[in-house]
């Protein structure tokens, strides 16, 4: 994937789109990210860059409780692609 605003944009929808909220916040997060499962708010910090955000997303995406009929049709494809991936890793 490449690293750009659009591509972080497109991962965002997806937890959008689930009911998840992404936060950019300042703290000491262990791996850059915090996740409050009980509100479904998601929290990265915010002074990654937008490579290490998108690289963030896509290793909390698969950890998620994504409800994949919720999803637009292209948000499920990204999202079946980041699975994929993940699996291979």
Not at 19 to 47: D, H, M, P
Not at 57 to 80: G, V
Request: hydrophobic letters at 40%; one cysteine or more.
């Amino acid at each position: 994937m490449k690293a750009t605003q659009n591509t972080l944009d497109k991962l965002e929808d997806i937890l959008g789109e689930s009911g998840y909220v992404v936060r950019y916040e300042r703290g000491t997060f262990q791996s850059g990210w915090c996740i409050l499962e009980a509100k479904k708010i998601v929290v990265l910090n915010k002074f990654l860059d937008t490579e290490a955000r998108i690289n963030t997303m896509l290793e909390l995406i698969p950890q998620l409780n994504i409800e994949i009929d919720k999803l637009t049709h292209e948000s499920q494809k990204l999202y079946e692609h980041v699975l994929a991936n993940a699996v291979l890793v």
